[in-house]
């Protein structure tokens, strides 16, 4: 069930937070490079906005017809994102490094609350309802939610590459 595995993937990055220090979490690589912490902080409100998205999904039949760019029915064809680095909207050169530990173990504690409040509401819909993802076009609300559980494991390459390159294990 995809709500399960969001969470279990949810509790790698916990348990990765909660092993290293703040100073750890605030790290960068290079000065043009993410730390742990922005990697999180992106992660947090990227998924408040896709968990944004089912909302709207479950709320109306808009856009069902509509469909997702042939790369993203491949990615969701294989549960996965393909394994390049991606540049992201210019944006993200502004993510932020959390305020504390207790920001991001919260803000994951919440999410993790919210799927299992939206698989519930994914399951008695009446609405099939789909929005607009920037690059990849459509996607309805379990979409979204399978999406969520990608982008989370897609991260965990990044957190590999910054933990080796600041020797964390």
Request: hydrophobic content about 35%.
């Amino acid at each position: 069930m995809i709500s399960e595995d969001i969470k279990n993937t949810i509790e790698v990055w916990i348990k990765d937070v909660e092993q290293y220090s703040f100073e750890q979490i605030c790290a960068k690589p290079s000065q043009n490079s993410w730390s742990l912490g922005q990697v999180c902080i992106h992660l947090i409100d990227s998924t408040n906005y896709f968990l944004e998205q089912i909302s709207i999904c479950l709320s109306n039949n808009e856009n069902a017809t509509e469909e997702m760019t042939e790369s993203a029915k491949t990615m969701f064809f294989n549960n996965e994102f393909p394994n390049d680095l991606i540049e992201g909207p210019p944006s993200n050169k502004n993510t932020r490094q959390p305020n504390s530990k207790d920001e991001i173990l919260s803000s994951f504690a919440k999410i993790k609350e919210n799927i299992t409040i939206y698989n519930i509401q994914i399951i008695n819909s009446k609405f099939y309802g789909k929005t607009k993802h920037p690059g990849l076009y459509y996607f309805n609300a379990i979409e979204w939610l399978q999406f969520i559980e990608m982008h989370f494991r897609h991260h965990l390459r990044q957190r590999d590459r910054i933990r080796s390159i600041l020797k964390l294990n």
